[in-house]
């Protein structure tokens, strides 16, 4: 039988988060989940960095009441946390006379401890892109006819073929005859393209991204695909540690980005080679068309699904 959980919501003020956090931290309970409105106007002013996009469910944080959320194993203990915690409220009321921290009132409930690895992994399955690539997270053995299997591990670095811009990029790859040639990947995250172009033939790959995180988990994965022998992966600004070049180059980036890459990755691009760019909204795609036209390249191949848009450039 699993073990409860009790979960306590405290709710507060902008001003009072940091007391009662520290409250809390006193007590003996450093863990807890924070509602700020003030993160809304932070993500609004690119506080967090830039954003092509936010999640709509977002805009709702601007109107929520701050809080504090804490869960505690309901043992033998869990009366004695209950009831320092609702002592420790009552202390901050009376102290605060300006009423600067809020209400100071909590809620308490019950929740199951459900065990959420075993129940996450429960929901990932195999799905295919294209007519040749099925993608698998790595405990899943089965096998499937016909199929060029790709195991990835789920959540750990951006790519795993789920969102819009990448699958695009793997729909590409998979039109094209990558036999015998290189890919270049900037911006590998997951390291996923890469790994698919040396599935579907090509010789050799190289990805880079700027965090060491995305890199180690490319090198995890490339083992996983036995392909750790055609594959590197680099931790580095971009192009910057590239001094060869590709048939294939992939940059499923952000727009801004795109731009600032265009005139620079001609210097990684084989004559006749090509240049995917993916991770583009559909009211951006005229930018970076633009840059690629002005630097010299021609458009041969365009999808785009739910508003994001791919774009296959050639060099003349």
Known sequence: MEQMLTKIDIYT?????EVVGAALEVLGHPAFIIVDPNDFDRLMDGK????DYFDKSLSSLKYAEASITLYLIDDENINKHITEIQNMLEQLKISDQDRLFGRLECIISSVDNVDWNKSWKETVKP???????MICPPWDNETFEGKTILRIEPGQAFGTGTDETTKLCLEVLESMTLDDTT????????GILSIAGLLLGANSALGIDIDQIAV????TNATMNNVSDRAEFLC????????QKYDI???NIIADVIITLLPQVKKCLKPGGMLILSGILADREQD???IATNNGYSLTQRREENDWVCLVVGHR
Do not use: P, R
């Open 13 to 17: 003020s902008q001003d009072g988060l």
């Open 48 to 51: 967090f960095g830039a954003w």
């Open 127 to 133: 799905f295919s892109i294209g007519e040749k690539l």
């Open 183 to 190: 890919v270049l990947d900037i911006g590998c995250g997951s």
């Open 216 to 219: 180690e988990t490319a090198i």
């Open 236 to 243: 580095g600004n971009l192009i910057d540690a590239v001094d």
């Open 249 to 251: 180059v992939c940059a």
């Open 288 to 290: 970076v068309m633009e």
